[in-house]
């Protein structure tokens, strides 16, 4: 710009100072010669002139490409960061229609035990009632029976009172029995009806925001690397005509269980194939009262396993310590009871359990050894043949030695009552 500025104040000096010497030659009538050096003088100064002019748009020009440059690199940056909040955008809204099914399900079930309360109150209360006008009827006969001893006191008891009694007792006890029964019924669904206002009250608080209708929208992706759990919510199964709440699903190696400890805090992977319930989901349930933690195990030959163990299971701060008690079971047991076990992954590492999780592969609770059980490690099909891949992966060793090959895995839990 000074050069281009320069060369503007250059060319009226020029032009000026060629007229001033036409003017000078038709005075003096000059040489034709002298005239032909003054002219050849001035194109020198107009050449360097337009020569730093020509530098000067030189230098211009680039900077102007390099600036144009910057532009075209922060808008790439821009489109690539609007591509991918368009697609969290998309799998946020994924997750709150599976939140509100979810939800709605929840509802409905909900209804369903406060129908069946309320069903049962009535029950119960006709039973009382009933009671009561039993209960009067044997004072009644207790009152005559009384007054026919006093009067007659020689006389052995009538065999119709005597099996008349015997009926209203009879009865009685049985009254008794079915309140008893009525009550727990009772209490179990009123247990139930709390464990789901506390999944109720969780999905409030990890709820998602609704999504309005123009958001951010955009063509779909391959799909994230790092898995969520699709729903929050239970999955219970039936075993021994009980309901059982399935924390841990491996069937087939679709789901990586190689996970982040938030993720095996919160849960991930899908309820209908291979999932993790969550940390904080499953101490949020056993808190409540006693459970029954049962592993069930299958291997390549389709032999099925069981083993069932009483456990308390502590919170965050604990790093969910677990401390088991086995109660049966067909297969031999392969975790310390009596002890205290601390869940550890790769990137949060417990307290002398430094290289478990990186030496094992998936998050697992670990005593002051790594040990060779770990239900959560990598899916082998159908069998790793070398000593460490057997480690890193599903295995449940006894502590008889024997090492069981693993083909699916579920982890399941139920109220002691």
């Known amino acids: 710009m000074h050069t281009i500025k320069l060369f503007l104040f250059i060319i009226p000096l020029v032009i000026s100072s060629k ?3 036409d003017y000078s030659s038709y005075d003096s009538r000059s040489p034709e010669p002298k005239s032909r050096f003054a002219m050849l003088d001035d194109v020198k100064i107009l050449a360097n002139g337009l020569l730093q002019l020509g530098h000067g748009l030189k230098d211009f020009v680039h900077k102007t490409k390099g600036q144009i440059n910057d532009i075209f690199q922060k808008l790439n940056i821009f489109d690539q960061s609007f591509y991918d909040l368009s697609l969290q955008t998309n799998e946020i809204r994924e997750e709150e229609k599976e ?13 369903e035990v406060k129908n069946m309360s309320i069903e049962l109150n009535s029950k119960l209360e006709s039973l009382l009632e009933e009671k009561i006008l039993l209960q009067q009827k044997v004072r009644y006969l207790e009152k005559q029976l009384t007054s026919l001893i006093k009067n007659q006191p020689e006389i052995q008891e009538h065999p119709e009172v005597t099996s008349l009694k015997t009926f209203v007792e009879r009865q009685d006890n049985s009254i008794k029995d079915l309140l008893q029964t009525v009550e727990e019924q009772y209490r179990q669904l009123n247990q139930q009806h709390s464990q789901i206002k506390e999944i109720e009250n969780q999905l409030r608080r990890t709820g998602i925001p609704e999504s309005t209708e123009h958001s951010l929208s955009s063509k779909p992706r391959a799909p994230r690397t790092t ?12 075993h ?9 699903h491996r069937t087939d190696g679709s789901q990586n269980f190689n996970e982040t400890w938030e993720n095996y805090r919160y849960g991930f992977g899908r309820l209908d194939g291979e999932f993790w319930l969550g940390l904080e989901k499953i101490y949020s349930i056993v808190k ?4 029954i933690l049962r592993i069930e195990l299958e291997d390549w030959n389709d032999n099925k396993h069981y083993i069932e163990y009483s456990f308390h299971l502590g919170n965050h701060e604990t ?4 401390h088991l008690v086995e109660i049966s079971g067909n297969v031999p047991n392969a975790l310390p009871e009596h002890k205290d076990l601390v869940f550890s992954t790769w990137d949060h590492m417990a307290k002398g359990h430094i290289n478990c999780p990186e030496s094992y592969s998936g998050g697992w609770w670990w005593h002051d050894a790594c040990g060779e059980n770990n239900l959560n490690g990598k899916y082998n099909k159908p069998r790793a043949k070398t000593k460490p891949e057997r480690k890193r992966g599903i295995c449940w060793k006894s502590q008889n030695g024997r090492l069981y090959s693993v083909k699916s895995t579920k982890m399941l839990i139920h109220p002691t009552d």
């Open 227 to 238: 898995p969520f759990l699709h729903l929050n919510e239970t999955k219970n199964v039936e």
């Open 240 to 248: 021994d005509d009980s309901s059982w709440t399935l924390i841990q």
């Open 288 to 291: 409540q009262s006693n459970y």
């Open 19 to 21: 007229i001033d010497q």
């Open 99 to 111: 939140l509100r099914r979810t939800t709605s399900k929840l509802q409905v079930k909900n209804e």
């Open 319 to 322: 790093n969910y310590t677990l």
